[in-house]
């Protein structure tokens, strides 16, 4: 973390608050579950990323009812995505936790 300059350093330190779990990596796109402005949403993350636009959300849950659900998009959520969201939000989840730290080359 010290490598990247203090804006970054200070994204990395309030994304950290969000509890942040890891759902999957894949080529250096990390997909992640996390808490904010009171919803559990589903997201993704990226190495080399320009962290000022911060995480890219797909989906959204403000309860575990699944007709909660908010998509970016038609089927931008699998089911799987509601289950993990439903699970966090019941504090069932027993994904690991993951650190924005550990995105590689991000930008300003």
Known sequence: MTI?????????????R?????????AGKHHIVYFDKGKARVGVV??????????????????????????????????ADVEIMADYLNDA??????DFGSIKEMKW
């Open 4 to 16: 990247y300059n203090e804006d970054i350093q200070k994204w990395i330190k309030r994304s950290n």
């Open 18 to 26: 969000k509890g942040a779990k890891l759902i999957r990596t894949d």
């Open 46 to 79: 990226q190495d080399g990323m320009y962290c000022r636009y911060g995480i890219s959300c797909r989906g959204a849950m403000y309860s575990a009812d699944p007709m909660s659900l908010w998509q970016s998009g038609p089927g931008a959520c699998t089911q």
């Open 93 to 98: 989840c027993s994904l690991p936790d993951f």
